[in-house]
């Protein structure tokens, strides 16, 4: 199993550009979910989903989007990225109390 | 508010000694806790877990104590290595059909050789 991959590793936007991360499971897992993760802090809910086809916020939902049309798959968007979502983005997958996180992207807006 | 915080930001030992990293919970309808340790460039990895019915839990040279009378969550890792050097967070949920987490701000731990 690849586990919770992201993609890309790093990326750069300028301020007012749209863009997709990408994240994916392989563990069948329900429940998918987006944190940022600031310097010096801990991680922060964006958005989540039960199952496909159904997702919610969390702590940090303005300004990004998210769908699950697949079990697999939980793509997160900027749709007019400032330079306040400048983090490192995770991607986790939850089974029962364990969840497991994905090698991150790390993005700045410039 | 929710909030789930930490006694110290930096916790320095001894290769070989015992650690102890704290966490302090405010929302007493947590249920479920949960230690991460998160290694530069990478993603948190789940340590240990806790539920509100216990008090202690052990797991191979770490173990979780949760005080819910004063709110207190601990990690504490035997024979401390340098491998263990890493932030470690705490996380609460409650347990409902969310199963949102939410963490705390973090302790590194650095590991004297």
């Known amino acids: 199993n690849a586990g919770v991959t992201q993609t890309p590793k790093f990326q750069v936007l300028k301020t007012g550009q749209s863009m997709t991360l990408q994240c994916a499971q392989d563990?069948?897992?329900?429940?998918m979910s987006w944190y940022r993760q600031d310097p010096g802090m801990g991680l922060r809910l964006i958005h989540y989903?039960?199952?496909?086809?159904?997702?919610d916020q969390g702590e940090v939902p303005n300004g990004y989007n998210v769908s699950r049309s697949t079990t697999e798959d939980f793509p997160l968007r900027l749709l007019s990225a400032a330079p306040s979502q400048t983090s490192v983005y995770f991607c986790?997958?939850?089974?029962?109390?364990?969840?497991?996180f994905g090698p991150g992207t790390r993005l700045t807006v410039l | 508010g929710e909030s789930v915080g930490l006694h110290l930001p930096t916790l320095s030992v001894q290769e070989g000694d015992n650690s102890i990293i704290n966490c302090a919970y405010s929302?007493?309808?947590?249920?479920?806790f949960i230690w991460y340790k998160q290694e530069s460039g990478k993603g948190p990895q789940f340590i240990i877990d806790i539920r509100s019915n216990m008090d202690k839990r052990q797991g191979q040279r770490v173990t979780v104590l949760l005080n819910k009378t004063v709110k207190h969550l601990s990690l504490q890792i035997a024979a401390t290595q340098p491998g263990d050097s890493a932030v470690y967070f705490c996380a609460e949920n409650k347990v409902d059909s969310s199963y949102k987490l939410i963490f705390g701000s973090g302790t590194r731990l650095l590991v004297r050789p």
């Open positions: 929302n007493s309808a947590s249920d479920y």
């Open positions: 989903s039960v199952g496909a086809g159904i997702t």
């Open positions: 563990m069948n897992h329900e429940y």
């Open positions: 986790a997958s939850r089974r029962g109390g364990e969840q497991f």
